[in-house]
């Protein structure tokens, strides 16, 4: 970072050059794949970090709110917004669908009769997958249930189908890159299966899948008309821990002043807890439940891990930074340490905007909508 930033509370820092090396890494993979690439954007939320992926040619998105929709259909024009559909939002949805080509996400007959009887304006749908996350979706397996809103969706005005759609969220609890890479096999067998069982009745249908594990360690998208990574824009300790990255490409981290040390307890005291973090946390054998891991501050952004230094507690204000006594000796009261997130689509959310390591301030969607 620039040695005359000034910083006096929590505070998310980008590594510009290393966020954009990233989006580029990930349109290739995608145009070497002939994929299209639609990069979900609830991990950075920002219309100026959006720009950086319309000049890698991007030209879809998906976000996580129709909020987030209206925020970003300033400036894109064909969005979809991943997550099953509100009907209490049905004001709102036919607005956007007036303004931009919108894709929206169901999972039963009754949404979208719903959507057939009160769609003002042409609106894309995919159909939600499980594919073994267990969270939301339509059984793979009950097709019976896929042709009826299939059939609700053909004879519908302003309704039209835009294909299968599926995260593979459960990528996140594998063991290995390989049980990673057998996950993302399996969910590309499953929709394509789906789709060849419905494609000569209703042609056209996409397949669509996204998971930043999948997507990062996986080079075969065939079979998969779309993928829809989110959080490699900036990567985080979680994505290290899986296998997904390398530190070196963690994009962001958040700047903490330190408040009190303890060196009786190998402890120092820093604001920055819950409501800057969140309370996402990695397990290590030898650490035990971590927060985030403290890395070296330099001019230029910030360096190395540093052993041992980690945020081992949170509390709402509160980080506790455990360490080494000969770590915890060399800092003070009032000095700024660099804390690399767990998960940085969370940490994101809760930060008002971006300082870049060049001193930048970027708004983001949060920020915009008076939310903090």
Partial sequence: ??????ITKPVLILDEGKCKSNIQWMAEKARASNTKFRPHFKTHQSLQIG????????DKIAVSSLEMATYFAEEWDDITVAFPVNILEMDTINELARKITLHLLIETEATAAFLRQNLQNSVGCFLKIDVGTGRTGINPTMTSQVEKILSVIENA???????FLAHAGHTYQAKSTN???EICKL???????LKSVFSEQYP???NSLGDTPGCSIVDDFNGI???RPGNFVFYDLMQYQLGACQVSRIAVAMACPVVAIHEERNEMVIYGGAVHFSKEFITTESEGIIYGRVVERKDGGWGNVIPGLVLSGLSQEHGIITGPAGEIGKYKAGDVIIVLPVHSCLTASLSRNYITTGGKILSKFSQQNGWK
């Fill in 1 to 6: 970072m620039k040695n005359n930033l000034e």
């Fill in 51 to 58: 720009r950086w992926f319309k000049d890698q040619g991007v």
């Fill in 157 to 163: 005005g302003h309704l039209h189908g835009s294909g």
């Fill in 179 to 181: 049980e990673i890479g």
């Fill in 187 to 193: 969910s590309k067998e499953i929709l394509t299966g």
């Fill in 204 to 206: 056209g249908l996409l």
């Fill in 225 to 227: 008309d779309e993928i």
